[in-house]
């Protein structure tokens, strides 16, 4: 009877886990989540959502005041799309939403010293999670920053990661290498 007991409290346990586990990093949202993640941004305007709590946890690093970088889930480029649009008086489209929610990428945006980069390619954005090394699909020119940095974008593929496993960011330069440490299930 005991054993009964536990192993019912067990699967009691793994069972409310689950819900936990899949508000981490999700790879599909549904309409409410898109929604919820537009009016999040559309409440802190503009660069005022990098302090945010749900966006400051994809951060990494000193970003966006200086070097490292942001995870790009699904959420957060609806959030932060949605912020940077708002001090403009403008709103995502649903063709915007529906763009994003079908991606089968997130990315990642890294902060360099610009005399580092004269093509993107001169920027390595490394993922490592335990023995699993991943590449980016792409990567490409993001925003210059005002202070002599430059945006860099690397493009993952949801498939390729674990979306709750604690991850190792590298970040190489011919100049430099950078290494952060991000637990993907702190990202919404």
């Known amino acids: 009877m005991k054993g009964i007991i536990w192993y019912m409290g067990l699967i009691g346990v793994m069972v409310t886990g689950i819900p936990t ?8 949202l549904t309409q409410e989540q898109m929604e919820e993640a ?3 941004g559309a409440k802190y305007k503009g660069k005022d959502v990098f302090d945010s709590p749900v966006v400051k946890s994809a ?8 070097g490292g970088g942001l995870i790009m889930s699904k959420y957060i ?6 912020a940077m649009r708002s001090l403009k008086d403008q709103t995502l489209t649903p063709s915007d939403l529906k763009e994003i929610g079908e991606s ?3 990315t990642v945006v890294v902060s360099v010293p ?6 993107p390619e001169d920027v390595q954005i490394i993922l490592k999670q335990g023995t699993n090394t991943i590449l980016p699909q792409k990567t490409e020119f993001g925003m210059k920053y005002k202070d002599n940095r430059q945006g860099i974008v690397g ?8 979306p709750g496993a604690n991850t190792t960011i590298i970040v190489k330069t011919k100049k430099s290498e950078e290494k952060y440490k991000i637990d993907f299930s702190d990202v919404k």
């Open 59 to 66: 951060c990494f690093g000193d970003y966006p005041q200086g």
């Open 155 to 162: 493009a993952f593929r949801y498939d390729k990661i674990n």
């Open 38 to 40: 537009r009016e999040y």
């Open 77 to 82: 480029k609806i959030a932060v799309s949605s």
């Open 104 to 106: 089968t990428t997130f």
């Open 21 to 28: 586990l899949s508000g981490a990093f999700d790879i599909q």
């Open 114 to 119: 610009e005399e580092s980069v004269q093509i």
